[in-house]
């Protein structure tokens, strides 16, 4: 095999003309900052997600810190998620000086268990220090939202929807089902504008205050100042705010993603479907759950079993495969290990989770034939690794 040409990259982003003729014309209208791309971005969003607002961001990692900052959570706090995570989820607790607890996860879906949630509540229940609790959606599968909102009761849910566009279950999108979805548009998640994030919430005063903050704490939207004839220049400071605020180049482009969203996740769909049907049911290889509606496919996460799996993601790059791995625990991570004194067996699920995990290519551009070398590859190599071992 001629490994430089055939390489199959862990992921290709799906832009086209589109995307091209969207951003140039930002580009000539003279007008590049958030104005009404952004505006026009927000109104779209929320009407496909069924959400009251949406604030069109930099990032999802400000849209986790502007939500819990509208929710007053400060020093002495403390917010439960799950180590199985990247660090966006967890950080955003510390900006604010509060502290992070990590409950567990489910050794199936991967996302946050709620029995450990409901052992955690439990242990707080005399502190009563837990002010907010994320739940993160890994990989697009959807958390237990019921379960986890009837045993949050009136803690405030924020659901962490970085990998999360756009599945539902019943009629309720991932996102709209806590007091706040917070969505990413980084350039390998199921739709981007190459950075940006959203944070959708039917909550008025969470809105409120996010749509301040995203901005300097500046009490009016400016974004017209310089574009309305009449328009006044006058505004004030009424808060420390922070620089959140999504470019009209950034919006362009997601809002054409957005009007391809349905299509980008029916292919993922199929591709999963195609990965079970060329590899199916292995003793060395474990699939994800086949999921219905629930699941937007945004990583493909499957487990080793009898084998090393850093020895098999080697191979298989040698081949001309691109994996990657999702995640390594924040508990094992330096600064959450130093600061709290975490063991890895702390979180023996997410460890465990974590030591075998290999994420294979999925996204939109993949064709068949490439899945089915992947697929290949990855019988030939587990059964190779086997023998050796
Ligand atoms: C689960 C999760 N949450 C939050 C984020 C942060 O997203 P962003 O890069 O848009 O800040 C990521 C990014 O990869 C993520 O995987």
């Not at 009837?150 to 279950?169: N, Q, T």
């Not at 390998?188 to 749509?211: C, P």
Request: aromatic residues 8%; contains cysteine.
């Amino acid at each position: 095999m001629n490994r430089n040409t055939d390489f199959i990259p862990f992921f290709r982003p799906s832009l086209g003309n589109e995307e091209e003729q969207a951003l140039l014309a930002v580009l000539r209208s003279g007008w590049l900052t958030t104005g009404s791309e952004a505006k026009n971005f927000e109104t779209e969003f929320a009407s496909c997600i069924g959400t009251k607002h949406a604030l069109a961001l930099n990032s999802a990692t400000a849209g986790l810190h502007l939500s819990l900052e509208a929710l007053g959570i400060g020093p002495g706090d403390k917010v439960i998620t799950t180590p199985y995570t990247f660090t966006s989820t967890a950080e955003v607790v510390r900006y604010l000086g509060a502290d992070p607890v990590f409950v567990d996860i489910d050794p199936d879906a991967l996302n946050m268990a709620p029995t450990s949630l409901e052992n955690a509540l439990e242990e707080d229940r005399k502190g009563g220090k837990v002010k907010a609790v994320i739940p993160v959606h890994i990989a697009g599968k959807l958390c237990d939202m019921e379960k986890i909102l009837e045993i949050c009761g009136e803690i405030p849910v924020i659901e962490d929807s970085a990998h999360a566009f756009p599945v539902k279950r019943g009629n309720t999108y991932g996102g709209a089902f806590g007091k706040a979805g917070i969505f990413s548009f980084y350039a390998t998640k199921t739709i981007t504008s190459g950075e940006g994030g959203m944070l959708v919430t039917n909550d008025d005063h969470l809105a409120k205050r996010a749509s301040l903050m995203r901005l300097h704490g500046i009490n009016r939207e400016i974004w017209d100042r310089y574009t309305k004839q009449g328009a006044s220049w006058e505004y004030d400071v009424v808060a420390p705010g922070f620089k959140y605020n999504m470019p009209d180049m950034a919006a362009a482009i997601g809002r054409v993603q957005l009007r391809r969203a349905e299509v980008f996740l029916k292919r993922r769909r199929e591709i999963a479907d195609l990965y079970r049907k060329l590899i199916g049911d292995q003793e060395l290889l474990i699939l994800p759950k086949k999921a219905g509606e629930d699941h937007a496919w945004h990583l493909f996460i499957i487990q080793v079993r009898g084998i090393d799996r850093n020895e098999m993601i080697r191979r298989l790059g040698e081949e001309g495969i691109g994996t990657s791995v999702h995640f390594k625990p924040l508990h094992i991570m330096t600064y959450y290990r130093k600061r709290y004194g975490y063991l890895p067996e702390d979180f023996p699920v997410s460890l465990a989770a974590y030591k075998h995990a290999i994420s294979l290519p999925i996204y939109p551009g993949l064709t068949d034939s490439e899945v089915e070398r992947i697929a290949e590859t990855l019988i030939k190599t587990a059964g190779y690794l086997k023998g050796k071992s």
